[in-house]
């Protein structure tokens, strides 16, 4: 199992760097499972991508509707919240990031991210050996 963070979700349906290493996730066929928080991130990623005119209104809509069926779950983020909030004061990243982080803990599980910022706040902690990332 492995818990899939937005950065690397957007790289399935987007070509940009990664995208490759994002698309071999899915093919590890692994159950993978992500807090329900994903999905804002993604449509949020869509949204931007639509109103700088990089993407069309209908592959904005397919983002929003095909990347969560890729998960085995999505779950409900109020049982993270106050993990993610110790996570996130501790590292001084914002809590967006440590929801994933917390779920990854919660099922011990391995996040993977293409987040630098964020594998950077990790290195050196206790939550690094939590985490990969697509470039590992």
């Known amino acids: 199992m492995l818990v899939v963070d937005a950065s690397v979700a957007i790289k399935w349906v987007l070509d940009e760097p990664g995208d490759r290493e994002a698309r071999a996730i899915i093919e590890t066929h692994q159950p993978l499972i992500a807090p329900e928080l994903l999905v804002a991130e993604v449509v949020n990623v869509a949204w931007r991508r639509l109103q700088a005119g990089e993407i069309v209104a209908r592959q904005a809509a397919v983002i929003a509707e095909e990347v969560p069926k890729v998960f085995a779950e999505l779950l409900a983020i109020k049982p993270l919240r106050l993990r993610a909030l110790q996570i996130a004061t501790e590292l001084?990243?914002?809590?967006?990031?440590?929801?994933?982080?917390?779920?990854?803990?919660?099922?011990?599980?391995?996040?993977?991210?293409?987040?630098?910022?964020?594998?950077?706040?990790?290195h050196g902690t206790p939550w690094q050996a939590r985490a990969t990332t697509l470039w590992s």
């Open 92 to 122: 001084r990243h914002p809590a967006y990031d440590c929801f994933y982080l917390a779920l990854a803990e919660m099922r011990d599980a391995k996040l993977v991210t293409a987040d630098r910022r964020f594998a950077a706040r990790l």
